[in-house]
Each structure stands twice: as C-alpha cells, then as structure tokens.
C-alpha cells in the first residue's frame, strides 16, 4: 500500500515515529519537515514509485494524503 511506505520512508528520512503518521498529517507543520526535508521526501517517494511529480504538483501537497493522492493519479 503506498500508505504504508511513504510512512517508511518518513520514519527514515525524518525520524518521527510511525505512530504519529497519518493521511491528514500536515509535512510541515505537524511531521517538522522543512523545506529542505520536503524536497528529499519526494525525491525519495519519485524514487521509490519510478514518478516524477511536477513542481506544480509538488506544490500542492500539503499533507500525507495529498501525496498519497498525487502518488496513485501518477500510477494510474
């Protein structure tokens, strides 16, 4: 489930606890990412799924499920 490892890939890159990781939490305000953290998680995901997500698209994500969302359309 893609769900499941994008909260892999957050315990990795930004060592928060699988447990506080949910499809509303918020990237930066509630997980701590900062920019800098934002961009190597998606970098990170692109990898991960052979995506590319677009800067128009990496913009609008906001929250978990947003990318979870941007994740699925672009595998479709």
């Not at 994008?6 to 949910?22: R, S, T």
């Not at 990237?27 to 970098?43: H, K, P, R, T």
Request: no cysteine; net charge negative; hydrophobic share 50%.
């Amino acid at each position: 489930m893609v769900f499941e490892r994008i909260k892999e890939l957050i315990v990795e890159e930004l060592n928060i606890p699988a447990d506080q990781i949910a499809l509303e939490s918020k990237i930066s305000e509630d997980l701590g990412a900062d920019s800098i953290d934002a961009i190597e998680l998606i970098m990170e995901v692109e990898e991960e799924f052979d995506i590319e997500i677009d800067d128009d698209a990496a913009m609008g994500i906001k929250t978990i499920g947003d990318l979870v969302d941007v994740i699925n359309k672009l595998k479709a």
